[in-house]
């Protein structure tokens, strides 16, 4: 699976942000996915992820309520909906797949395929 993360740009905080992952291979619609970040100076965290039906959906509490992953498996795309936007979201996010899994074990180490990162920057 080859991964293609877009969208990101300067947003006001309180302002939103959708994230697009397009990705290319035939085990798409069969792999967990998710979105990280990685700000500057910092180690890269998890921010969400999904099953590969949508039917399981996880988020790290610094997001929750304001963050909403979502897939399309016709189009091979995964979605990270920002809403409520936060200097402190200000970071380079990363989509990734687990490609020997279709759901998300808690272990950042089985998401195996990344994408190039795009740039979010949130200002106060």
């Known amino acids: 699976v080859q991964l293609q993360a877009s969208g990101g740009g300067l947003v006001q905080a309180g302002g939103s942000l959708r994230l697009s992952c397009a990705a290319s291979?035939?085990?798409?619609?069969?792999?967990?996915m998710g979105w990280f970040r990685q700000a500057p100076g910092k180690e890269r965290e998890f921010v969400a992820a999904?099953?590969?039906?949508?039917?399981?959906?996880y988020y790290a509490d610094s997001v929750k309520g304001r963050f909403t992953i979502s897939r399309d498996n016709d189009n091979n795309t995964v979605y990270l909906q920002m809403n409520s936007l936060k200097p402190e979201d200000t970071a380079v996010y990363y989509c990734a797949a687990d490609r020997a899994r279709g759901y998300y074990r808690g272990q950042v180490r089985d998401f195996d395929s990344w994408g190039q990162g795009t740039l979010v920057t949130v200002s106060s």
């Open positions: 291979g035939r085990t798409f619609s069969r792999n967990a």
């Open positions: 999904i099953s590969w039906s949508g039917g399981s959906k």
